[in-house]
């Protein structure tokens, strides 16, 4: 099976950088996918990774260390529409399952 | 494409009756999943298909629950008879294929649904 956790909630400023951390135990390891989630939404994909390292996308990026069972979610130039849910999950050696983390609620404030 | 598509979008109903949520996937797509999503619970996955095959519904959570994919554009989950704590936002996402990713699992708006 598999263990996610994640920081319940975090605040940081507008324009600041932040950075959710995400560790995981797994029984299989096959991936692993942030995804996030305004209130009321769907979640929505924003990064993937397979290989250690880090992965960039604009103002994201986000990291894993297999060997640590660990990831973080880096969030550049936050502005106040990234106040949202973060949710790591982690795809074990089923291709098709992804387990979901219980999610980090971020606040950005002015 | 206009993205995974559910409905109803919000349904109320009453103890003890019948639920149906329906689910059309992104076209191309050859997995589809179901979730449910609480405060309490967090983001729960109740099983998945897999060119309309189920895989895994080790998630239902009993035998009120009950999912069908009779072709590649529709799928339903049913509760019956629906209880209280049935109450939860439904997801339904799929995804393209199996490795890489090409597993991101796009989501529909979900199905807020509310047992009385």
């Known amino acids: 099976g598999q263990n996610i956790d994640q920081p319940t909630e975090m605040t940081a400023t507008e324009g600041a950088i932040v950075q959710i951390n995400c560790t995981y135990q797994t029984s299989g390891f096959n991936g692993l996918f942030w995804y996030q989630q305004h209130a009321g939404e769907a979640p929505t994909f924003l990064s993937y990774?397979?290989?250690?390292g880090l992965e960039e996308k604009g103002r994201f990026s986000s990291f894993l260390s297999r060997s640590k069972g660990y990831s973080y979610l880096l969030l550049k130039e936050l502005q106040m529409k990234d106040s949202a849910s973060y949710l790591c999950?982690?795809?074990?050696?089923?291709?098709?399952?992804?387990?979901f983390g219980d999610g980090t609620t971020l606040t950005v404030k002015p | 494409d206009a993205g995974v598509i559910q409905s109803p979008r919000h349904e109320v109903t009453e103890m003890g009756q019948e639920v149906t949520l329906r689910c059309k996937p992104i076209?191309?797509?050859?997995?589809l999943f179901w979730y449910r999503q609480t405060m309490m619970r967090g983001l729960e996955l109740l099983i998945y298909f897999n060119n309309n095959v189920p895989i895994d519904d080790s998630g239902m959570p009993e035998d009120r629950f009950s999912a069908k994919m009779p072709n590649a554009s529709f799928s339903t989950l049913k509760i019956q008879p629906s209880e209280p704590r049935d109450s939860a936002v439904y997801f339904c996402?799929?995804?393209?294929?199996?490795?890489?990713?090409?597993?991101?699992?796009?989501f529909g708006p979900g199905t807020r649904l509310t047992v009385l």
């Open positions: 999950a982690v795809r074990d050696g089923d291709a098709g399952k992804s387990t």
């Open positions: 996402a799929s995804s393209m294929g199996l490795a890489g990713s090409t597993d991101t699992q796009y």
């Open positions: 076209s191309g797509h050859d997995y």
């Open positions: 990774n397979v290989l250690d």
